[in-house]
């Protein structure tokens, strides 16, 4: 059962609470307008805020982004809606669309609760972890992770027993199971598309043993180690908890592949990959790190540099096409790496006892789905159609409505936070002039 709420107007729609989405909401509202930011996940802060480092200065991400989620947060010109999705928009006139948001019941009053983690500590049920990306587990009552904003418990009511220890325990009362879906009809007079991407699936390529090999692991469940808001002390390989001696990147897995529907370049891989690998190196001394590899593209300003700097650390780089790995006949959990030495015309085989696959990039096509009376173009690659890349990268097909960030295609950080700029920019413009 659903609650209907209407009559709800904004001067800007903002879907995607990532990066671009909160830069884009963030610069609107500082310019006066009224914006809601829908977000389909607990927190705002959207991938960014789960990393360790960033490209090639080695900032710290999550000192770069939660200063940045807390000023989103706290600014009287944005409403929030997390646990929300966009089921519908329909553009009625210029300047007047219409949007039907579906808000999902966090089944905590996010006003009362104190973060305190007294639900967690009493809940008897324990599920993987989607935000240290299935690493290590959490109970049904939970706070996403330590930086999140909002920072209020929530109940995987998938995974709930309704046992009722978190009420028994709830200082607040803040636990309420009343709560419903709400479906809310709103009006808005321009709307930007900040739904970010996805990431490649390695379960479609079984030949890299991902989820049948417990030591391979993809490049985002190695972010989660190297992060602050870490789940273990220290750099651990899934299987049996030991720490890794020598190390292996997988390159272009899920991109430049057209066999798995994806034959673009993901331009992040290389070098995440890359600061990884330097971050390894200053967390485990005595580690080898290899990067097998096509091409590196160190395309951005400093990563030539970076790359080089790399190098000098004593990363190996190997210029090999991997066609296999499998596991050791030995039972220690090391795997055997078959590739192609591209330098030497050769096929090879190499040891390692951690992997990490550095999946690519996918289109999120959410956002075609948002609109029924009028097509939301994408191009070629299943990415949002920029109408004018060159001049106005931020216009779609429809007008009012614009893309920011990864929504559009591949992009690095600094990337995605201009292109939020462009975006805003042009929303700020179509509301004046219209």
């Not at 992060?227 to 049996?240: C, K, S």
């Not at 192609?340 to 096509?365: F, R, T």
Request: one cysteine or more; glycine letters at 8%; hydrophobic letters at 40%.
């Amino acid at each position: 059962m659903s609650i209907l709420q209407k009559n709800i107007s904004f001067d800007a729609l903002v879907v995607g609470g990532g990066i671009a989405g909160g830069e884009a909401a963030l610069n609107l509202a500082t310019t006066g307008f009224k914006v809601l930011l829908v977000e389909k996940e607990l927190s705002i802060g959207g991938k960014m805020i789960m990393l360790s480092k960033v490209f090639p200065t080695l900032d710290c991400a999550a000192c770069i982004t939660t200063p940045k989620v807390s000023e989103i947060s706290r600014h009287p010109n944005i409403t929030i809606y997390t646990s929300s999705e966009v089921s519908n928009i329909d553009k009625i006139a210029e300047n007047n669309f219409e949007a039907t948001i579906i808000r999902k019941p966090r089944y905590v009053v996010i006003e009362d609760c104190t973060a305190c983690q007294l639900c967690e500590q009493a809940c008897p049920v324990s599920v993987p972890d989607q935000y240290q990306y299935n690493l290590v587990g959490r109970k049904a009552a939970f706070i996403p992770f330590s930086i999140a904003s909002p920072k209020a418990a929530a109940i995987d009511i998938d995974n709930c027993i309704l046992c009722g220890a978190c009420e028994k325990v709830c200082p607040t009362n803040c636990i309420d199971f009343t709560q419903e879906t709400e479906e809310i009809q709103i009006s808005v007079k321009t709307v930007i598309l900040a739904t970010g991407f996805k990431l490649f699936d390695p379960l479609l390529m079984p030949r890299y043993g991902y989820g049948l090999f417990k030591n391979v692991i993809t490049s985002m469940q190695m972010e989660r180690e190297l992060a602050p808001t870490r789940p273990f002390n220290t750099v651990l390989r899934p299987g049996d908890g030991k720490v890794p001696d020598k190390i292996a990147y997988v390159l272009c897995t899920g991109s430049r592949d057209a066999s798995i529907g994806n034959p673009i370049c993901s331009q992040i891989c290389c070098m995440y990959s890359i600061k990884q690998s330097q971050l390894l190196m200053g967390a485990l001394p005595m580690a080898d790190v290899t990067i097998y590899y096509l091409n590196i593209r160190s395309f951005g300003k400093g990563f030539e540099e970076f790359y080089q700097q790399a190098k000098g650390m004593g990363v190996n780089f190997v210029k090999g096409k991997i066609g296999k790995i499998r596991e050791t006949e030995n039972g220690n959990g090391n795997l055997i790496l078959r590739y192609e030495n591209i330098n030497e015309g050769i096929v090879k085989e190499a040891e390692h006892d951690m992997v990490i696959l550095s999946v690519g990039v996918l289109p999120n096509q959410d956002a075609s789905n948002f609109f029924k009376k009028e097509e939301l173009k994408l191009d070629s690659y299943k990415f949002i159609y920029q109408a004018d890349s060159l001049i106005s990268p931020a216009r779609t097909s429809i007008d009012g409505v614009f893309v920011a960030g990864t929504a559009s295609g591949p992009m690095d950080i600094p990337d995605s936070i201009l292109s939020a700029g462009s975006a805003s920019s042009e929303a700020i413009s179509y509301l004046i002039q219209k």
